[in-house]
């Protein structure tokens, strides 16, 4: 078996503020995934990466960056924190095409 | 493009009914993949069900589902509804060759007693 780990749990931020996500996964696995959790927006994709050095653009990925710095790791950089923004961020790891995705346990945000 | 469909946002049962969660989807592929994830109160999503298969039903944890391209649909179902199924039920879809996975918005079931 393997963990998602995900830094820091809570996170408070100011509006404007440059603020950033981290994700580690022992599983081993190619792809990672950054997802945003809204109540009622489902989970939405913000950026993938399907190997080290990798970055693949998803459906929210606008005032987002993200690094995938090594095989185990994925950071992502929201660029300007919006006032009042409140969001649950998620990473997932996956090995092989249509495998089964593993979610971290989630970074709460919050903007003041 | 690629879209999923879930028609009802909150399901709200008695204990022992029957459960029954729509999921439409939309691909241009003939290939689709289709996920259950579920989602318990301050948890992460996990995997329930998984299926490629045409008119194959496919079963896990007392839950079960069945995809049928000729109408698009991959609806989750149990036949006696527990307290404990009570959750956030996403079902997702991918197609093609890059594992990115497609949302719906989620369904709440809730089972009372």
């Known amino acids: 078996g393997g963990i998602i780990t995900q830094t820091p749990k809570f996170l408070i931020g100011q509006e404007g503020q440059k603020l950033t996500l981290k994700c580690q996964q022992n599983?081993?696995?190619?792809?990672m995934y950054w997802y945003r959790q809204d109540s009622g927006k489902g989970l939405r994709l913000i950026y993938y990466?399907?190997?080290?050095?990798?970055?693949q653009k998803g459906d929210l990925s606008e005032g987002y960056d993200a690094s995938r710095e090594k095989k185990s790791s994925f950071s992502l950089t929201v660029t300007s924190a919006q006032k009042n923004e409140m969001a649950v961020f998620l990473c997932?790891?996956?090995?092989?095409?249509?495998?089964?995705?593993?979610f971290g346990p989630g970074t709460r945000l919050t903007v003041l | 493009g690629d879209s999923v469909t879930q028609t009802e946002g909150l399901v709200t049962l008695t204990e022992g009914l029957p459960v029954m969660l729509n999921c439409t989807y939309q691909?241009?592929?003939?290939?689709?993949?289709l996920f259950w994830y579920v989602q318990h109160l301050n948890e992460s999503p996990r995997l329930l069900l998984k299926?490629?298969?045409?008119?194959k039903r496919t079963e896990h944890q007392g839950f079960h589902a069945t995809l049928h391209k000729s109408s698009s649909s991959f609806h989750l179902q149990k036949s006696s509804a527990q307290l404990s199924d009570s959750a956030l039920y996403y079902c997702?879809?991918?197609?093609?060759?890059?594992?990115?996975?497609?949302f719906g918005l989620g369904t709440t079931l809730q089972v009372q007693p």
């Open positions: 997932a790891s996956s090995g092989l095409n249509y495998a089964e995705q593993f």
């Open positions: 599983f081993n696995h190619d792809t």
């Open positions: 990466s399907i190997t080290e050095n990798d970055l």
């Open positions: 691909t241009i592929y003939s290939n689709p993949f």
């Open positions: 299926s490629f298969t045409d008119n």
């Open positions: 997702a879809l991918i197609t093609g060759n890059t594992g990115k996975l497609i």
